[in-house]
């Protein structure tokens, strides 16, 4: 079946500028969560939707990041006014989620770089 | 919050070679364990996952070791091959709480001719 997607797959802006990056997690996936890897680093979470509940944001590095989740399934991720030090892949991942075991695996998307000049 | 440490960074073992890769954990509430490997500009995937009821994993290869005393955890990649080249991370989670998984910096991995 289809995976989870992301678009667009690359992204050059100006400094200054807004950008929206977005993810379509798998079907029925309840939980999503967006990433940010810097080259040769890790992966940074940024925030994590689960269901209906108040989105986890604690990872988001400043008030210029914001993400929106409508209808429990698309995500979209704001970088507001961006700045050099903002770009990075920014990868989506969505999981079924719950208590049960084997729910929590995250299938990644093929993320968006993003270039800030 | 959860903090995971990933140790080493880069690794570079003779194909062949066992290659073991070690992470520690701080929140001893964490239960769920899962390594991801990410191959040169592809996502990372799941390759093998361990929960806290459990000390040892066994998948093929592949091997994951917990150890809850000391909040460490290992991957053990035994026969390496080129393919198995990668950067590889650890990660936990507390899944009682919520799904939300903590990430290790990752390990690059070269395996050498």
């Known amino acids: 079946g289809a995976g989870v997607s992301q678009s667009p797959s690359n992204k050059v802006t100006e400094k200054g500028k807004d950008v929206e990056l977005r993810c379509d997690p798998i079907?029925?996936?309840?939980?999503l969560y967006w990433y940010r890897q810097s080259l040769g680093q890790g992966l940074e979470f940024l925030i994590y939707f689960q269901g209906n509940s108040a989105p986890d944001k604690s990872g988001l590095p400043s008030d210029r990041f914001s993400a929106e989740r409508t209808g429990g399934s698309v995500s979209t991720l704001t970088i507001q006014r961006t700045q050099q030090e903002d770009s990075a892949v920014y990868l989506c991942?969505?999981?079924?989620?719950?208590?049960?075991?084997?729910?929590?695996?995250?299938?990644f998307g093929p993320g968006t770089r993003l270039l800030v000049l | 919050g959860e903090n995971v440490e990933q140790h080493p960074s880069t690794l570079s073992v003779q194909e062949g070679d066992s290659a073991v890769i070690k992470c520690t954990y701080s929140d001893s509430a964490s239960n769920y364990f899962p390594w991801y490997k990410q191959e040169l500009g592809k996502r990372p995937q799941l390759i093998i996952d361990?929960?806290?009821?459990?000390g040892e994993k066994k998948d093929q290869r592949i091997a994951v070791t917990l150890n809850k005393t000391a909040k460490h955890f290992s991957l053990h990649i035994t026969e390496t091959q080129p393919e198995d080249s990668a950067v590889y991370f650890c990660?936990?989670?507390?899944?009682?709480?919520?799904?939300?998984?903590?990430f290790g910096k990752g390990t690059r991995l070269h395996i050498l001719p």
């Open positions: 361990i929960r806290s009821n459990v």
């Open positions: 990660a936990a989670s507390n899944t009682n709480r919520d799904d939300k998984i903590i």
């Open positions: 991942a969505s999981s079924l989620a719950g208590l049960a075991g084997g729910q929590e695996t995250q299938y």
């Open positions: 079907s029925g996936h309840t939980a």
